[in-house]
């Protein structure tokens, strides 16, 4: 890791948006390279949390739904949001009964990651939930869910294809494909 200083000079800010999710700010800078220029930041009020979900036969649960920001369905792993400064997996066992209806007894940190970070700070964590329960689903009054159970492998067939592109599911699909290859996946 490097500890190299902060190249850029902030010479000003000002707020452009703010509501209970993100921030955006318009920052006057002095680049590293000494130009004067702009620099735009989302700041991200929440911890973006995702749950790989595994049983016993390696079977993964997706859920779709339809994305405003992109415009199209998205099948992905369980996600959502956590307070910053709340443990992230509080937030990881709420939304994991929220939109699948499972509750998990085992929890395992699988990535920490920074989903965009040339634009945002936002910072994702996700975990890997084993030995299930199925309850009720409570699905937010926003969400329009659909759960599908898969073989493992068929999801990384998916990731591989293109049709998963969620940065959260593809880079855990992944995770956990160089687990089981490395036989450490417990």
């Known amino acids: ?5 902060n190249p850029w000079k902030i010479i000003a800010e000002k707020n452009i948006y703010d509501n209970p999710w993100i921030q955006l700010t318009e920052f006057d800078v002095i680049n590293p390279s000494g130009g004067k220029g702009i620099y735009g930041k989302v700041h991200f009020k929440n911890t973006a949390i995702g749950i790989v979900v595994l ?9 779709g739904q339809f994305r405003f920001t992109v415009d199209q369905y998205s099948w992905e ?5 956590g307070l910053i400064g709340v443990d992230p997996l509080v937030g990881a066992k709420r939304e994991l009964l929220e939109e699948t209806g499972l509750v998990a007894e085992n929890w395992e940190p699988l990535l920490t990651m920074h989903l965009s970070n040339s634009v945002s700070d936002e910072l994702a964590m ?3 939930a084993t030995k299930l329960t199925q309850h009720s689903a409570e699905p937010e009054e926003t969400e329009q869910l659909q759960i599908q159970k898969l073989p493992f492998e068929k999801v990384y067939e998916m990731v591989e294809a293109g049709s998963i592109t969620d940065s959260m599911t ?17």
């Open 1 to 5: 890791m490097s500890t190299e200083s």
């Open 55 to 63: 049983d016993d036969d390696l079977n993964i649960w997706l859920v």
């Open 77 to 81: 792993i369980p996600e959502g949001g």
């Open 126 to 128: 996700v975990y890997l």
């Open 170 to 186: 593809v880079a855990s699909v992944y995770k956990i494909k160089l687990l089981i290859l490395e036989g450490k996946l417990k």
